[in-house]
């Protein structure tokens, strides 16, 4: 008897789950922050459309499949996963939590028959699969527009070469970003009354991450996603090396990461007071 | 469970760091309507606040019925909160907004969908569903925000200042329907600075003050209990005069002034049974005519200018 109604609890907390997802979603594909992270990641894919101005016969000897490897993985690592994706996970996730305290709206939720964690985990679903689809619209846009440099060989690249692996391959990566920031950030919303402030110096650590001695590697989110890299870029000089996390080390430790967090989310909302005039 | 519902809090209180919210509150509201009166800052809010569980008391405990307000899964199947927050979130429809929190219940978008469209035609906003609340006037965004509150049939409904905004025509329709829901057996908790109509709809009050719960019951028990004030009596009779001689014969008048019409009298006493029954035995053995007799201050305003006075006005 327990264990059914033990059941019908997990199904009802799931149904609410995907209630607050939906609703979550809508939010996040409205509005004019949504315009703004559209852009920050679309700047890649105007940046690459502009090498179709190179000469024909510059281009043909210059851009070979390795070479436009190269540079895409450069743009992912630098712009496209660290700035792209740690933005718009931290963009969506303040407008998700914070705004809405700040918006004296968050209490709709407090109201209902749901447990706080699922709220915050309902949240966290619809943050990560918003920044998901926006990243990753900008990951596959940006790769298209960079390789179709090869012209008629585009097909070639993607079906009888490594292009579509590496395409699943960074598409990957940029899941894993949104749900590894997107768990940080979430819960940043939950410490702080200013996330912002805190984000800054996460993604300040994050940008320092070739400088950090190895056993302070293990604390970037960062660290792991460029283990997954089906290209790594070149690191300067100035570089600290350290070996990279294998590749179940990396993807279920995100998720279990991304959990211990949301756990640790759920337990400051199951906390929190609505007093809004105060916060 | 539902037969013995009522709202229980036990030496209840809420500091905000040093502020004092609410202080050692134990009462229990049981079926009805009760109303929440006292000046601004007097912890009306706080108090609704504590019942629904938005904030945490830092002493005391609070139940209803025998849930404690911290299982939010079970408790808010039974309670429903119309906040003071005149907010809502962006872009939806009303009825995407009333629907939309019901599915986090867990519903069906069917049953959501069923339930939030007798909710808005209750409030008087089917007409208006489709709408963006961006765009309702505040009189309708306070009837959606009761629509909202009101559509999964709470047994316990808990409105802060559900009037405000709405127009006299609002006013009444809303006041309907909590008295529907208090005849349907429901507990309806409100707080109002509008005290003309909590004297009319409340079943009991709650006086609170500087966080305080000054007085607590039915409107006349309480004003029975506030014996440094005497009761205010109109009577309207064809010998005004006469009757104001008897009445200062009793022991406890305090003071008798007749109407500018010599038609009325208004008896200050401090036993109002005396004076009914004095009343009664010159209109029997007397002769008197006897237009009206009624209570002047044995309602809602006298009991606030009573026990809390002019401190920051009406709230």
Redesign the interface.
């Given at each position: 008897m327990t264990a059914v109604t033990d059941r019908a609890a997990w199904g009802?907390r799931l149904?609410?789950v995907l209630?607050?997802t939906?609703?979550e979603l809508?939010?996040c594909f409205?509005?004019r922050r949504l315009i703004g992270i559209t852009l920050l990641n679309l700047a890649p894919v105007a940046i690459l459309a502009l090498i179709h101005f190179v000469p024909e016969e510059i281009a043909a000897r210059k851009f070979t499949p390795t070479r436009l490897a190269e540079m895409y993985a450069v743009m992912f690592t630098i712009y496209l996963l660290r700035v792209g994706v740690f933005f718009t996970s931290a963009a969506l996730s303040i407008q998700l939590f914070r705004t809405?305290v700040l918006?004296?709206?968050f209490?709709?939720?407090?109201?209902?028959?749901?447990?706080?964690e699922v709220v915050m985990a309902g949240k966290f679903v619809a943050a990560c699969m918003a920044s998901a689809v926006i990243c990753g619209t900008a990951v596959i846009a940006s790769y298209f527009v960079l390789f179709s440099m090869l012209g008629d060989g585009l097909g070639k690249y993607m079906f009888s070469g490594p292009g579509s692996g590496h395409l699943v391959a960074y598409l990957g990566v940029t899941v894993l970003g949104c749900v590894g920031y997107g768990a940080v950030l979430a819960l940043f919303d939950q410490l702080w009354k200013n996330p912002i402030i805190p984000a800054l110096v996460l993604f300040g650590w994050e940008s320092v991450l070739f400088l950090l001695p190895p056993f302070l590697k293990l604390t970037s989110v960062l660290f792991y996603l460029e283990s997954l890299l089906p290209y790594r870029p070149p690191v300067g000089p100035l570089a600290i090396l350290a070996d990279p996390p294998s590749t179940m080390v990396s993807v279920v430790g995100m998720f279990a990461f991304a959990g211990l967090v949301l756990i640790l989310a759920g337990w400051r909302a199951s906390?929190m007071?609505?007093?809004?005039s105060?916060d | 469970m539902t037969a013995d519902l009522a709202i229980r809090l036990t030496e209840v209180s809420k500091f905000y760091g040093e502020v004092l919210g609410v202080n050692r509150v134990s009462m229990t509201i049981g079926k009805g309507i009760t109303s929440l009166v006292g000046p601004n800052g007097a912890g009306k809010t706080t108090l609704l606040n504590l019942v629904t569980g938005l904030v945490r008391p830092t002493q005391g405990h609070i139940a209803i019925g025998d849930i404690p307000i911290t299982d939010s899964e079970v408790i808010f199947r039974l309670v429903g909160y119309c906040t003071q927050y005149d907010a809502f979130p962006r872009g939806l429809t009303g009825l995407e907004f009333v629907r939309g929190y019901l599915t986090v219940h867990g519903m069906t978008r069917a049953r959501a969908h069923e339930l939030a469209v007798a909710a808005l035609s209750a409030v008087g906003l089917l007409d208006a569903a489709d709408r963006k609340v961006a765009a309702y006037s505040k009189g309708m965004r306070q009837r959606v925000k009761l629509a909202q509150a009101m559509a999964h049939s709470p047994e316990v409904l808990v409105l802060d200042e559900p009037l405000n905004g709405l127009d006299p025509m609002a006013r009444a329709e809303v006041i309907e329907l909590l008295r529907a829901m208090a005849a349907a057996g429901k507990i309806v908790l409100i707080s109002s600075h509008i005290l003309h109509e909590v004297d009319v709809i409340s079943d009991s009050v709650i006086l609170m003050n500087h966080g305080y719960v000054v007085a607590e019951g039915g409107i006349h028990e309480v004003r029975q209990e506030v014996e440094e004030h005497p009761f205010q009596v109109l009577v309207r009779c064809d010998q005004p005069s006469r009757l104001a001689s008897r009445a200062f014969a009793l022991d406890h008048t305090v003071e008798v002034k007749i109407h500018a019409d010599a038609r009325g009298l208004l008896v200050s006493t401090k036993d109002a049974a005396g004076l009914y029954r004095l009343v009664n035995r010159l209109a029997a053995e007397e002769g008197l005519a006897i237009e009206a007799v009624q209570p002047a201050d044995d309602d809602v305003q006298s009991l606030y200018d009573y026990l809390i006075g002019n401190e920051g006005g009406h709230s």
């Open positions: 009802l149904r609410q209630a607050i939906r609703l809508r939010k409205r509005g809405e918006e004296k709206t209490h709709y939720y407090l109201l209902a028959p749901v447990r706080r906390r007071e609505i007093v809004y105060t | -």
